[in-house]
């Protein structure tokens, strides 16, 4: 087994002037060019430059290869790294159970031989990482804090696990423990702050602040975009789902409500770009619908192509199976948003259907509205001045309500509030 491996910068201040020493804990880091890393890259960063001693616990793959849009390395800002060495060869996506297991096996004995942070951070990737820094901040007599971007295990109940047997039974006591453990938890939404309630969670532990839309600034229509040509999209109405084909989206409302519209429109485009534990059953199912010529499959693209990617897109696509609302909010909205992208959310009243519906951006369908899915294509393709004037409202709205800057200041806010409470106790 190789070494673990601990980054830090030269020039980078070794510790902030506060002396406060936070512990943080998420597997997906810089220079992952996956949109989901830069959210901790975000947090970690803005926490580091308000003067706490950032050390951030990660694993040494990247969930998605590439670049990520010029941002600037976190340990310029003083955010120490410390690696868990690669078990595996090839992509993070393959095998995933065993390498989050991996991970939190490796990565309990780093953060336990260290001397204790002032305030240990864990997002939910992995799920059990949310044990792991629950018991080590027991351990070690330290506050907690959990950036709950899933629910778990409900999230596995969700998929389908059996809620009664003995091994989710264990871990609903243990994740239960947990989150009661947390001195504060950050959830994305109000439906997701009655799911951590529903766990026994005191409501003046729960936060809510929202996630940001992630990647490169902008939008390349037109012309000057290098994938139209690259994908042969041509003159055609594009229809774009970007971001993870995971276990907790519906697509089959999708893809016959677009079976059924491409009837009406012959030039309709469907352009999913990603992967997930779903994209063999959705290759399989636009097979079966006779969709091969109109459907695309695209791999992950680094967040400096996201302005090309979603430039291609005339309306952008948000899913959510029956069972997940407040379980997971998909932050591909935000960045659809970002880029003023339309969306079309088709799925259960959850956190997405608010956003939507009160920013006025797009599309909401229930699960297997097929004949609703349908008729917004139809709506969206044939009025495209309307169209162009939802992306608009997204993008207004997300820059008066749901910026970056706006949710980074209230997590600095929140931290400094906890560590100055423990210093004064």
């Not at 917004?376 to 207004?396: N, P």
Request: with cysteine; hydrophobic share 40%.
């Amino acid at each position: 087994m190789s070494k673990l491996v601990h980054h830090e910068r030269n020039g980078a201040p070794s510790r902030p002037a506060s002396g406060i020493r936070i512990g943080f804990l998420e597997q997906y880091y810089y220079p992952d060019a996956w949109g989901g890393a830069q959210i901790p890259r975000d947090i970690t960063t803005a926490l580091s430059r308000a003067g706490f001693d950032v050390t951030v616990f990660c694993g040494s793959e990247a969930y998605v290869e590439g670049t990520d849009g010029g941002v600037v390395d976190p340990r310029d800002s003083g955010v120490k790294i410390a690696r868990v060495p690669r078990l595996l060869a090839g992509q993070a996506r393959t095998r995933k159970y065993l390498r989050h297991l991996w991970f939190c096996v490796v990565v309990a004995p780093m953060l336990v031989l260290r001397r204790p942070f002032d305030l240990y951070v864990t997002q939910t990737n992995p799920p059990l990482g949310v044990l792991v820094m629950s018991a080590v901040s027991r351990l070690m007599r330290r506050p907690l804090l959990i950036i709950a971007q899933d629910v778990y295990p409900e999230t596995l109940i969700a998929h389908g696990a059996n809620p009664r047997s003995f091994a989710m039974r264990l871990l609903r006591r243990a994740f239960d423990a947990a989150y009661k453990s947390a001195r504060r938890i950050v959830v994305l939404g109000p439906i997701m702050s009655r799911r951590v309630t529903a766990k026994g969670v005191a409501e003046s532990r729960i936060v809510e602040i929202s996630n940001w839309a992630t990647g490169a600034d902008g939008v390349v229509r037109g012309e000057e975009n290098r994938l139209r040509k690259d994908w042969s999209i041509g003159d055609r109405f594009v229809v774009m789902y970007s971001g993870n084909l995971g276990l907790g989206h519906e697509f089959d409302t999708l893809l016959e409500g677009f079976a059924r519209a491409r009837l009406q429109l012959p030039k309709l485009a469907l352009i999913f770009v990603g992967g997930g534990g779903r994209l063999g059953e959705v290759r399989n199912r636009v097979r079966h619908l006779g969709l091969s010529d109109e459907v695309q499959f695209r791999d992950f693209v680094a967040a400096d192509l996201l302005p090309h990617s979603l430039g291609l897109a005339d309306l952008s696509v948000v899913t959510l199976r029956p069972g997940f609302e407040g379980l997971m909010v998909p932050s591909k909205v935000l960045t659809y948003m970002a880029h003023r992208a339309p969306v079309l959310y088709v799925g259960p009243h959850s956190d997405v259907t608010e956003l939507i519906e009160r920013s006025d951006c797009g599309f909401v369908i229930e699960n297997g509205d097929v004949g609703g899915v349908a008729q917004a294509l139809v709506r969206a393709a044939t009025d495209l001045e309307k169209l162009r004037q939802m992306g608009r409202r997204g993008e207004s709205w997300l820059q008066e309500n749901l910026t970056r800057e706006l949710a980074l200041a209230k997590y600095v806010q929140l931290v400094d509030a906890l560590v100055r409470r423990r210093s004064s106790s």
